[in-house]
């Protein structure tokens, strides 16, 4: 039969085992956590030359309004594929341009439109949209919003 | 007839059979092994060969087995890796060896109940013998790359954490068998 210290050198041997494995998996998956991080840091960055961040306002015409602050949209988005990315859109297209006739679901009341704005930094005012929405590129930082207007 | 005094009556010629055969086993279960990376019997039967056939046999049998297995590799050759994991895995005949002296291999022949525990201890000893092994070939292999020794230790943790469990999992089944089975055979049962 074994002595008790004898006894006790094993179980801290077997110890000793289970502590070496677990702090191999430890590091193992800390290191592999590391790869990933930076991995998706690099995505990041390579996605910063091919994306821009727009701030979309949709205003309802109900009371709701709805920000979509930090949009990351793709580079040379038009205000019609940025507004798509954000919600769900129905649009005509006609020879002068593209006319949204429903974000979300929300249109096609009697006398009343989905008109666009753009926020002009200068005079610090909203502006109305000199174009139909698939004709006007974004730039990194523009602030757009939808108005549900009535006439 | 404890195993250690049996095979104390092996004679040269026998002893060198003894090794060309164990160091056969150890080729063939390598080459048998070949897609399953750093699992592997050799290390299991390099230790019961030390530790049946003392230090030197068990050395022998390591170094052979690697002189044949780490020329002739799949995944390359290299002269220091090479010389590096000779020397590693020698350790595991002298270790097996040593112990067999120190403890009179009486301890490690049990049987019943306590054959549990004989089975621990031989996982244990597999387990911290392969982590030394994995160890020292993981810093040669770092020098010999030209990489920093700390990412060539953490690049080799999945292939030791894979050595050192499969090792202990063999040391726990087989270690025991093994050295009943070759003393019986000694024993001319």
Redesign the interface.
Known sequence: M?GGSKLWM?VA??F??TT??SS??A??YY?QSESYRRDYQALLEDLEYLTIFIHMKIDYGNGTVVWHNSTRVPLNSTLLTATRVVSSVEYVTFDYGTLVTGINGVGGDPDTFWLWHYWDPEEEKWEYGPVGSDRWMLHDGDIVAWIYTSF | MTVALKTALINPSQRAGVIAVMTAACVSTNYLLVGVVNVKLMDLIVFVSGFIFGPSVGASVGILTWLVYGTLNPYGFSLPILAATCVGESLYGVVGGLLERRTDGN?YAADGGSLW?VN??FA?IG??LT?VYDLYTNIVSGIVAGIPIVVAL?SG??F??AH??SN?VFFFVGASLLVKAIGRLLQGR
Do not use: D, Q
Request: aromatic share 18%.
């Open positions: 074994m094993w041997a077997a000793l085992c070496i494995a191999y998996a590091v193992n290191s | 301890s525990f621990a201890r244990i387990f911290l982590f953490i943790i999945p030791a954490i050192e469990l202990a």
